[in-house]
């Protein structure tokens, strides 16, 4: 990193320092439990069985020699159960990380469904390319993110699905199935964003783009201006390659923007990757601060964020797009720990909702990081799209204590969120904790008929399950 371009550790060292804040040392982590946990500590699931096979014809003899239930399992960052079912097997794809195939001049790939985003991005890298869609961390398996349809802040892109070009999955006898948009389509439909339920998916296809020089441009708009910004500033802009919005606590009355724009400019950050297996010390504090300190949420709001944002920087978007989750995990996950929820909602009611969530977040007095506010285009592609029509949606990350009697208050204000999107006419992601009734996500997913009728062709006896299919399908 260049002179000129202040490092985020120092940022944020100088921000506490004006802050008054004194950090504390990271907490080491307890003994992993022996179930199939995921990353919030929550909802750990009990299963019968581990099977982590490392051949695609391991996982099907696994498949075939199982009598019972089969949950499947990536990275485990999905918050409700996602990956497991109870007194199931459950299949740890994590060692089905090779590379398939990678074709420069198609700019297209193919890997096995367990490697993780950022192995990819190691293989990309020297070539100059970069992955077309993906969420903003990349610690997450290739097949989870397909599994629940991920997208990240690329302008235009909409979800992963629009960058699949076929999948192989094993399904509930043990057969083999490559599909894609041309060959069984409906099973190709279902399985992006159905989350292990009508097969394991073990290898993905993916378009490839570029890897481009990127300049961070920051601009502010009012809840009521920020649409038409985002039009005028952001889709309107063809250099412009990623976006997000954040809502700061208490109000959530403005959007902070930061867009990511193609440019020529010298690079301010050499490095062309995040480092793997960095220290994020530093930032565990700081959202341990911001969210326990008095003031913290005004000293995330004037002090931390404004100054994380002022630097010019340049950068090459393979950086960008290599972030470790770490930076966002707790100094511990004895009393506390950090959760998401994401709703989307279509541009029209988009002023409403925001005032709406901020109203529901304050009068609840959940502990809110930020929300951050990205767009999406509709999704023609999956059989149980979240995005129906054109969405903005809305990450919350909030603090949420971990003793049962804090997981029922969260149902309750989440409860009164879903009620709110779907009078909006809008839909909640589902890889989060499952507080939604049934009936609810009977009315904001009624596509979920038709994934009932692909499951009864390819896995008649519900063979593949998890907490979240035990639930609502």
């Known amino acids: 990193m260049s002179p000129a371009a202040p490092s985020r550790r120092r940022l944020l060292v100088q921000a506490l320092a004006t802050a008054g804040v004194v950090s504390l040392p990271p907490v080491p982590a307890t003994a992993a439990m022996p179930e199939v946990a995921n990353v919030t500590g929550l909802y ?12 695609v014809e391991a996982l099907r003899n696994a498949v075939r020699a199982w009598p019972g239930r089969i949950g499947i399992g990536g990275g485990r960052y999905s918050m409700g159960g996602q990956v497991a079912i ?38 990309l890298d020297p070539l100059d390319l970069a992955v077309h869609t ?7 398996t290739v097949g989870g993110s397909v599994s629940v349809n991920a997208h990240g802040r690329y302008v235009g892109h909409g979800p ?32 992006i964003g159905g989350y292990g339920a ?61 867009s990511w724009r193609r440019t ?31 003031g913290g949420a005004k000293v995330r709001r004037d002090v931390i964020h404004p100054k994380l944002l002022r630097p010019p920087v340049v950068q090459w978007l393979n950086h960008e797009a290599s972030l470790d989750v770490a930076e966002l995990e707790p ?67 909030h603090k949420q204590r971990t003793w049962a009697s804090a997981r029922e208050a969260v149902g309750v204000w989440t409860r009164e969120l879903v009620d709110i999107v779907i009078a909006h006419e809008g839909r909640w992601y589902l890889p989060y904790q499952l507080h939604a009734t049934r009936a609810q996500f009977e009315r904001a997913y009624p596509e979920v008929s038709a994934l009932r009728r692909v499951k009864a062709q390819v896995d008649p006896a519900g063979r593949f399950s998890n907490a979240l299919w035990a639930k609502y399908l």
Do not use: C
Request: neutral net charge; proline residues 5%; without cysteine.
């Open 160 to 191: 992963i699905a629009n960058s699949v070009r076929a999948l192989r999955l094993v399904l509930a006898d043990g057969s083999v199935r490559d599909v894609d948009r041309e060959r069984d389509p409906e099973l190709f439909r279902a399985a």
């Open 44 to 55: 750990t699931v009990t299963v019968a069985r581990i099977e982590t096979p490392p051949t």
């Open 264 to 294: 020529d400019k010298p690079l301010t950050r050499t490095a062309r990757l995040v480092p793997r297996d960095g220290s994020y010390g530093l930032e565990q504090n700081v959202l341990w601060a911001v969210t326990e300190l008095p």
């Open 134 to 140: 993906m969420q903003s961390y990349a610690n997450f």
């Open 198 to 258: 009508v097969g394991v998916i073990v290898e993905v296809e993916l378009d490839l783009a570029d890897n481009v020089r990127i300049e961070r441009v920051v601009a502010q708009a009012t809840l009521a201006e920020y649409p038409a910004h985002f039009d005028a500033a952001v889709r309107g802009d063809p250099d412009t390659v990623l976006h997000n919005a954040d809502l700061l606590p208490p109000a959530f009355d403005r959007a902070v923007g930061v």
């Open 331 to 397: 100094r511990t996950r004895v009393m506390s720990t950090y959760v998401l929820q994401e709703y989307f909602v279509p541009r029209r009611h988009f002023t409403a909702f925001a005032a709406q969530l901020g109203e529901v977040l304050r009068r609840h007095g959940v502990e809110a990081v930020n929300v951050s506010v990205r767009h999406s285009p509709a999704d023609t592609v999956s059989l149980l799209p979240w995005a129906k029509e054109e969405v903005f949606s809305f990450v919350l990350f």
């Open 86 to 123: 109870e007194g199931g097997l459950h299949l740890d794809m994590r060692m089905l990380d090779r590379l398939v195939w990678l074709r420069r001049k198609d700019k297209a790939v193919r890997v096995q469904a367990g490697m993780r985003w950022r192995d990819l991005q190691d293989l």
